[in-house]
C-alpha cells in the first residue's frame, strides 16, 4: 500500500494488514511514526518511509 500522507496512527497500517498488505510506502514526518513502525515490526509487515511527498497544501 502506498501513500502521500504519512500514517501517525498505526489504525489504517493494521487494517491494511488484516486485508492482506504485507507493505506499506509512506513520506513519513509525523512526530507519531515510531506507532505505526511498532506495529509494523510486531506483525512482520515493511515500511518504507520515503521522506517525500508529491502533494503539498
Given at each position: 500500500?502506498?501513500?502521500?500522507?504519512?500514517?501517525?496512527?498505526?489504525?489504517?497500517?493494521?487494517?491494511?494488514?488484516?486485508?492482506?498488505?504485507?507493505?506499506?510506502?509512506?513520506?513519513?514526518?509525523?512526530?507519531?511514526?515510531?506507532l505505526?513502525?511498532?506495529?509494523?515490526?510486531?506483525?512482520?509487515?515493511?515500511m518504507?518511509?520515503?521522506?517525500?511527498?508529491?502533494?503539498?497544501h
Amino acid at each position: 500500500m502506498a501513500s502521500d500522507a504519512f500514517f501517525p496512527f498505526p489504525d489504517c497500517v493494521e487494517i491494511a494488514h488484516k486485508t492482506g498488505i504485507t507493505a506499506v510506502v509512506q513520506p513519513g514526518g509525523s512526530i507519531k511514526d515510531q506507532l505505526s513502525v511498532d506495529y509494523c515490526n510486531e506483525n512482520n509487515l515493511a515500511m518504507v518511509m520515503t521522506g517525500h511527498r508529491h502533494f503539498k497544501h
